[in-house]
């Protein structure tokens, strides 16, 4: 069993912050197939958040094939995340390896390839949900 | 089904205004967030919906029904009023047994196994209470009816940081368990944010802004760029609030179109951002009005 988090400043919507750390957990092995996920119930009573925001984080969940519901029961794991990426950690780091050193020689300092990172990035996501 | 629906409902005291042309629907189940300066008119909204108070104008109907009008009526409807009020003098179990005679549905087993979850000693005078614990005391008589509304006037202004997340935590449990519609008025957004899926921005007796939180979000965007004429946006663009340096603009925009405008940086709304433009937008003189709230049917 996780226990979640909310982060109120940062700015990202309550359960898609809630949608990241079973995702995230998944990836780290925390959460394996068959786990049940915290009930509706002992989420709100312990963050203090409205239910619709657990049962919508739930529901984006099924709809990604990663949990399912099962009636009376609670919300359970049907997938792990973490084998398939550890494995393609490897060469991802070289090709990111490799494009830092690309930056740094084009003239990058630290903070404007993290800047220059971050914006692509959540270029790439925006897009990526839109 | 709608739980409450007001159509240019108003309330004068005197002269004055407290409420004028409120007209907004709420959802049945809703967990409605109320917020606005002092003075903006939420309890005199909040009194309204329970029947402590009269409308000068308009219409309002509760749960299908007039607010007050019979015992079948009050028994829909819980409130907690402002700073939690309960009888001084009364016990912990005077308050249950008075509870359990005034209230037909009234849920014996749930109002004791929250007192003694929540520690409270039976015999104890509500006087010598803390302010935690008399605001829990009061929410367990509001909710011990079974209402279907609950409606929660700053339940938690005067209360620490723990005791305002274990409030907040029992009425979530109250909403996940029985799914009845909540409206909580307070200045505390980062609450709102957690706990509310529709909001209620009030300010000088008017409704500025009413909606479901993740529709008004989408529908508003924050763009920066170079200085701008604002009676040059699109009429898609409706300005909410915008601020000016000698060469940077930046406006916060009601649409529901995506900004294509490539001079513009985009960026999302928060809810606290939301809030405050609306909060302000109604008092500055400017001839960019805000648009009026949204009715949402």
Same mark, same amino acid.
């Given at each position: 069993?996780?226990?979640?988090?909310? !982060?109120?400043?940062?700015?990202?919507?309550?359960?898609?912050?809630?949608?990241?750390?079973?995702?995230?957990?998944?990836?780290?092995?925390?959460?394996?197939?068959?786990?049940?996920?915290?009930?509706?119930?002992?989420?709100?009573?312990?963050?203090?958040?409205?239910?619709? @925001?657990?049962?919508?984080?739930?529901?984006?969940?099924?709809?990604?094939?990663?949990?399912?519901?099962?009636?009376?029961?609670?919300?359970?794991?049907?997938?792990?995340?973490?084998?398939?990426?550890?494995?393609?950690?490897?060469?991802?780091?070289?090709?990111?390896?490799?494009?830092? =050193?690309?930056?740094?020689?084009?003239?990058?300092?630290?903070?404007?390839?993290?800047?220059?990172?971050?914006? @692509?990035?959540?270029?790439?996501?925006?897009?990526?949900?839109? | 089904?709608?739980?409450?629906?007001?159509?240019?409902?108003?309330?004068?005291?005197?002269?004055?205004?407290?409420?004028?042309?409120? =007209?907004?629907?709420?959802? $049945?189940?809703?967990?409605?967030?109320?917020?606005?300066?002092?003075?903006?008119?939420?309890?005199?909204?909040?009194?309204?919906?329970?029947?402590?108070?009269?409308?000068?104008?308009?219409?309002?109907?509760?749960?299908?029904?007039?607010?007050?009008?019979?015992?079948?009526?009050?028994?829909?409807?819980?409130?907690?009023?402002?700073?939690?009020?309960?009888?001084?003098?009364?016990?912990? +179990?005077?308050?249950? %047994?008075?509870?359990?005679?005034?209230?037909?549905?009234?849920? @014996?087993?749930?109002?004791?196994?929250?007192? !003694? %979850?929540?520690?409270?000693?039976?015999?104890?005078?509500?006087?010598?209470?803390?302010?935690?614990?008399?605001?829990?005391? +009061?929410?367990?008589?509001?909710?011990?009816?079974?209402?279907?509304?609950?409606?929660?006037?700053?339940?938690?202004?005067?209360? !620490?940081?723990?005791?305002?997340?274990?409030?907040?935590?029992?009425?979530?449990?109250?909403?996940?368990?029985?799914?009845?519609?909540?409206?909580?008025?307070?200045?505390?957004?980062?609450?709102?944010?957690?706990?509310?899926?529709?909001?209620?921005?009030?300010?000088?007796?008017?409704?500025?802004?009413?909606?479901?939180?993740?529709?008004?979000?989408?529908?508003?965007?924050?763009?920066?760029?170079?200085?701008?004429?604002?009676?040059?946006?699109?009429?898609?663009?409706?300005?909410?609030?915008?601020?000016?340096?000698?060469?940077?603009?930046?406006?916060?925009?009601? =649409?529901?179109?995506?900004?294509? $405008?490539?001079?513009?940086?985009?960026?999302?709304?928060?809810?606290?951002?939301?809030?405050?433009?609306?909060?302000?937008?109604?008092?500055?003189? =400017?001839?960019?009005?805000?648009?009026?709230?949204?009715?949402?049917?």
């Amino acid at each position: 069993m996780i226990e979640f988090r909310i !982060d109120t400043h940062s700015g990202v919507p309550p359960y898609r912050q809630l949608v990241h750390q079973v995702r995230q957990a998944l990836r780290l092995g925390l959460l394996r197939e068959g786990d049940q996920l915290p009930t509706v119930k002992d989420v709100v009573g312990q963050l203090a958040i409205n239910p619709n @925001t657990v049962l919508k984080a739930y529901r984006e969940l099924e709809h990604e094939g990663l949990a399912a519901g099962r009636p009376g029961l609670g919300t359970f794991v049907t997938r792990s995340l973490a084998q398939e990426s550890v494995a393609a950690h490897k060469g991802l780091r070289s090709e990111l390896d490799r494009w830092l =050193t690309k930056a740094r020689r084009a003239g990058l300092d630290d903070a404007s390839i993290s800047a220059l990172f971050e914006s @692509t990035f959540r270029a790439a996501s925006d897009e990526g949900v839109a | 089904m709608s739980a409450i629906v007001a159509e240019e409902l108003g309330k004068r005291y005197g002269r004055r205004w407290a409420l004028r042309n409120c =007209t907004l629907e709420i959802p $049945d189940g809703s967990v409605v967030g109320l917020v606005g300066a002092n003075g903006a008119g939420k309890s005199t909204f909040l009194h309204l919906t329970v029947g402590l108070l009269e409308p000068t104008a308009g219409s309002l109907a509760v749960l299908g029904g007039r607010p007050g009008a019979n015992a079948a009526q009050l028994a829909k409807v819980g409130f907690v009023a402002q700073d939690a009020p309960v009888y001084d003098w009364l016990s912990v +179990a005077d308050h249950l %047994r008075l509870g359990s005679h005034m209230n037909p549905g009234w849920d @014996t087993a749930m109002a004791s196994e929250r007192i !003694d %979850r929540l520690g409270l000693d039976l015999a104890q005078r509500a006087g010598k209470l803390s302010g935690g614990q008399r605001s829990q005391l +009061a929410l367990t008589l509001a909710i011990g009816k079974r209402p279907d509304l609950l409606v929660l006037d700053e339940p938690v202004a005067s209360l !620490d940081p723990l005791a305002r997340r274990t409030f907040l935590a029992d009425v979530m449990e109250l909403v996940a368990d029985q799914k009845p519609t909540i409206i909580l008025s307070s200045h505390l957004l980062s609450d709102i944010e957690r706990v509310c899926d529709h909001l209620i921005v009030m300010a000088e007796g008017r409704v500025q802004l009413a909606g479901p939180v993740e529709e008004l979000l989408c529908g508003h965007k924050l763009l920066t760029g170079p200085r701008r004429d604002m009676r040059t946006m699109p009429s898609g663009q409706a300005v909410v609030r915008a601020s000016h340096t000698d060469r940077q603009t930046t406006v916060l925009v009601r =649409t529901a179109e995506p900004i294509l $405008d490539p001079a513009w940086v985009v960026a999302d709304v928060g809810l606290e951002d939301l809030v405050l433009a609306y909060m302000a937008a109604s008092t500055a003189p =400017t001839p960019q009005q805000a648009p009026l709230a949204a009715v949402r049917s």
